[in-house]
């Protein structure tokens, strides 16, 4: 029996926390993709203090990618090294972009959500790009998660 479980790795608060992180904190991903989606908490009916997460697809949102370079801050003064439009669906891909570490800033209703990962090309890898879950809260918090598939 398969069963598909989110693992959702807080990386902070739009860009302040994530630019604070030491180097090997920054979280890592073998391909220059994944899909946009607003999460939100539903209350749970007769379950007080009790909560489930509800996410849909951001379509439509510019999504710009930023070479990172050592603790640098997010993105003053750079030039965007790739820039894609979501899907339908929330999904991106960057392509032909070299594996570095990079600021993913997705522009959604005039804010900017910024986030800092590491890029790791890695051949034998099975991680497909919906598997790389971009969430951006209704806090504000821009998280990536990752589906992982378990048999």
């Not at 009916?45 to 999504?63: C, L």
């Not at 804010?111 to 034998?124: D, G, L, P, T, W």
């Amino acid at each position: 029996m398969n069963w598909v479980a989110p693992w959702l790795l807080a990386v902070g608060f739009c860009a302040g926390t994530a630019e604070r992180l030491e180097n090997s904190e920054w979280p890592k991903v073998e391909r220059p993709c994944g899909v946009l989606l607003h999460s939100h908490e539903v209350p749970i009916k007769h379950q007080p203090n009790e909560f489930n997460t509800k996410s849909v697809p951001i379509r439509r949102a510019v999504v710009r990618l930023y070479k990172r370079e050592g603790k640098s801050q997010c993105c003053e003064g750079l030039a965007p090294v790739a820039e894609v439009v979501t899907g339908r669906l929330g999904s991106f891909r960057f392509r032909s972009v070299e594996p570095a570490p990079y600021w993913v800033v997705a522009e959604v209703d005039g804010h900017e959500f910024k986030i800092a990962i590491e890029y790791n090309r890695v051949s034998n890898s099975d991680a497909k790009c919906s598997d790389f879950l971009y969430e951006i809260m209704d806090n504000g918090q821009f998280n990536l998660g990752r589906m992982i598939t378990v048999d």
